[in-house]
């Protein structure tokens, strides 16, 4: 029942806040703290949740950014993405969720193929990040990009709007036969 | 080669060259950081005869100049046999152990156990059906024994290479043995073990590890004793297993009551105690195939499916203790993962019922 929507609050001056969307609560956390040591004229919120839909009892500022976490090495934690992505109303793919798959790097343990993942954020018309969040360097990059992603998410961009940037980074190399 | 010490000539002679050998190759398995505990703890040679030797040296030389001594000191096939049993002792995770018990026959008394009289029937029984063994005994903390056993046949001396050993806590129906490579042997072993210590029947459990010290824990139901008290009063919040709460304000966990409710039944399924080491769960599975569908080739098959998951892990139990909380697999974990200490089995067949 409770969906989440992302005009029905309104926002806090300056305020950014991102969810992140995630079974394995270590990596969520680092990629927060990651997130937080960033230089940004913007005031962060991370939100971590395993799952939706969120606890409905609790005050929350107005999500800017959903990021949706996979770890291609557990089918467990696309199952739970997968489910989760139903409790989101469908004005908040126009730019505000992203998905985000970790594990690549170790191919030997993937049990899911990344295809799969390329389907799926196809399927809901948002971009698709890939970063083995495990490793520091890489995650900091990450952490750096959706910072970026955030502000402009949040309207904290002049002239950069969800809509744009989303138009920006859908990829043009594989055009799907629909797109055309 | 053997360096025979010039005027002794004599003397040197009287080890067997098997026997020499053998301690050659015992001293030579033991590590240089450990050699002066074991050779301590074995006590065959004194503290003046070990100030003798040189111990900088390099390890060849230095285990030369040992079976040296250990010849002018006559040692014999029983001391070097010993001498493994002790390297076994500091070196018990080489070996992967068995789990075996006993049981007494329906309205049998209980005798009090005589060690001395144990071991003279383990030995005897042992000899009469083999005529070349070597049998050798050791014993430990808790009323338990370590036995040492080198299998030969009636025509051939026994193999001091290929030892089986037996750890028996004699005042409980249980025996450890390390899984020799010797296979025919095992039912002999069985009924020495059984008759030596009076008992009517013996039974391999499902139980095997290389961690000799956690299959004791799981048979004797040792591993789940919480000692400090005062921990228990702290929140469950901050005994969480290593995931750090963050004290940043600005990061918000939305299912902090899920969180709680798995580190809860985590607990409540493996308790606050470190979790015996095993290394593998090993599950065989049996079972006819069942179809909702009426007709299909494999429904009608007879032979039923067979299929067999298997894992490892440095450690085990720790590893499926930490699943939930990482986020890995929902929490509770199946029964069947979480009941191998209580049931005291890391090997399963499951079959229809």
Same mark, same amino acid.
């Given at each position: 029942m409770s969906v989440l929507r992302p005009l029905d609050k309104l926002p806090g001056l300056n305020t950014a806040t991102i969810l992140l969307v995630g079974t394995e609560d270590a990596l969520l956390q680092q990629l927060a703290d990651a997130m937080l040591k960033e230089d940004c004229t913007s005031e962060l919120k991370v939100h971590l949740a395993k799952? %939706? #839909?969120? #606890?409905?009892n609790v005050n929350r500022p107005r999500i800017d950014l959903i990021v949706f976490v996979v770890n291609l090495h557990s089918k467990h934690s696309l199952r739970n993405v997968e489910e989760s %992505? /139903? /409790?989101?109303?469908? @004005?908040?793919f126009l730019g505000k969720v992203s998905f985000l798959a970790t594990g690549a790097g170790r191919e030997s343990h993937c049990s899911i193929h990344r295809n799969t993942v390329v389907k799926l954020a196809r399927t809901y018309r948002s971009p698709l990040l890939f970063c083995d969040l495990e490793i520091g360097d890489f995650r900091a990059t990450m952490a750096q990009r959706l910072v970026r992603m955030l502000q402009i998410c949040a309207g904290h961009v002049p002239s950069v709007s969800a809509l744009n940037l989303l138009s920006l980074l859908q990829s043009s190399e594989n055009p799907s036969l629909e797109d055309l | 080669m053997r360096r025979e010490p010039a005027g002794d000539v004599g003397r040197a002679k009287e080890m067997d060259e098997t026997v020499s050998e053998f301690f050659r190759r015992t001293i030579l398995k033991i590590p240089m950081t450990e050699m002066m505990t074991i050779l301590k703890t074995w006590n065959f040679l004194s503290e003046n005869q070990l100030q003798t030797i040189n111990f900088r040296q390099r390890k060849d030389s230095l285990v030369q100049d040992l079976v040296l001594l250990c010849e002018e000191n006559r040692a014999s096939l029983k001391d070097a046999a010993l001498l493994d049993i002790i390297y076994t002792q500091f070196h018990r995770h080489q070996k992967v152990w068995d789990v075996f018990q006993m049981s007494k026959g329906p309205g049998e008394d209980i005798d009090l156990f005589d060690m001395e009289q144990f071991k003279s029937s383990f030995k005897k029984i042992l000899k009469r059906a083999l005529k070349n063994v070597t049998v050798s005994f050791r014993d430990a903390e808790e009323n338990a024994v370590w036995i040492r056993i080198a299998w030969g046949t009636q025509y051939r001396k026994p193999n001091q290479y290929k030892p089986s050993y037996v750890v028996y806590y004699?005042? @409980?129906?249980y025996a450890f043995t390390s899984s020799s490579q %010797?296979?025919?042997?095992l039912p002999l072993l069985g009924q020495a073990l059984t008759i030596a210590s009076k008992h009517h029947q013996i039974v391999k459990m499902d139980l095997r590890s290389r961690y000799l010290d956690s299959l004791k824990a799981i048979v004797f139901k040792q591993y789940n004793q919480t000692f400090e008290t005062h921990n228990s009063t702290t929140p469950l919040q901050e005994r969480s297993l290593g995931l750090d709460i963050n004290m940043d304000s600005r990061i918000i966990h939305e299912n902090k009551i899920e969180k709680e409710r798995v580190q809860r039944v985590t607990q409540e399924i493996f308790g606050d105690y470190p979790q015996p080491r095993l290394e593998f769960a090993q599950y065989k599975l049996e079972t006819k195939f069942k179809s909702d569908l009426n007709g299909g080739i494999l429904a009608e098959r007879e032979e039923p499916l067979r299929c067999l998951v298997k894992f490892s892990s440095p450690h085990l139990l720790e590893a499926l203790k930490s699943l939930a909380p990482a986020g890995i697999a929902d929490a509770p974990l199946s029964p069947l993962l979480t009941c191998i200490p209580n049931k005291g089995m890391n090997y399963f067949k499951i079959r229809d019922k």
């Open positions: 799952s %939706l #839909p969120l #606890p409905s %992505l /139903h /409790h989101v109303d469908a @004005t908040f | 004699s005042q @409980t129906p %010797l296979k025919s042997n």
